[in-house]
């Protein structure tokens, strides 16, 4: 008596895969981009319009001394301009599976976020200003502090997207993690640009 076999191809009975999620941490960030922009454009359309008013009425924005120098906001917005190169780096290397380059890039991204930060700083120092100086000086407070948490999220956010990579789970197609800290960290410096002309230039 003779046994016959028969072959199965055991992915057949395979259940099928999950599908993928939809892009669902790129759109949390959009949307948490999009409210960190509005928000700080309220705040900076208020500043803007208390200075009118002041300008109008032929008053002082700041008190008698106070000088707002433009050197670090514009030192700021080199800072800033520089790691829009760098995170965009980083989300080519990690797409392309380099991950020496990606790491390198990290590295540099929140190195220009530290020296964006120390900039602010140096930039309060300079003013020597008290927050509740003038309306106009507490609005640049405000607004300027406002900012400078949003770019202390984004490298966080940066920095948890650079550990995953450096767990392996960051790589190729799966690189939409970093990608959405680089969405979040463009909209960090699309607002200060807007910030940088408001404050800045026309003061």
């Not at 057949?12 to 790129?26: G, Q, S």
């Not at 454009?41 to 120098?69: C, I, K, M, N, W």
């Not at 999220?153 to 948890?160: D, L, R, S, T, Y």
């Not at 799966?174 to 408001?198: H, Q, R, T």
């Amino acid at each position: 008596m003779s046994i016959t076999t028969v072959d199965r191809n055991p992915l057949i009975d395979a259940p099928a895969a999950t599908p993928r999620r939809p892009r669902v941490l790129f759109v949390g960030a959009a949307f948490g981009a999009a409210a960190s922009v509005l928000l700080v454009a309220a705040e900076l359309a208020v500043y803007l319009q208390v200075r009118g008013q002041l300008a109008s009425a032929g008053d002082a924005t700041f008190p008698e001394g106070v000088v707002l120098p433009l050197t670090p906001g514009s030192m700021g917005m080199v800072t800033l301009a520089m790691s829009a190169v760098t995170i965009s780096w980083a989300v080519y290397a990690l797409r392309n599976d380099d991950r020496p380059n990606a790491y390198v890039a990290v590295g540099l991204t929140l190195l220009l976020g530290v020296a964006f930060i120390n900039s602010t700083v140096y930039l309060y120092q300079q003013l020597d200003m008290a927050v509740t100086a003038s309306p106009a000086g507490t609005l640049l407070y405000i607004v300027t502090a406002t900012h400078l948490l949003m770019v202390v999220v984004g490298m966080m956010f940066i920095a948890v997207m650079g550990f995953q990579a450096l767990g392996g789970q960051l790589t190729g197609r799966d690189a939409e993690g970093m990608s959405a800290a680089a969405l979040y960290w463009f909209a960090i410096i699309v607002i200060y640009v807007v910030i940088w002309y408001g404050i800045y230039i026309t003061k």
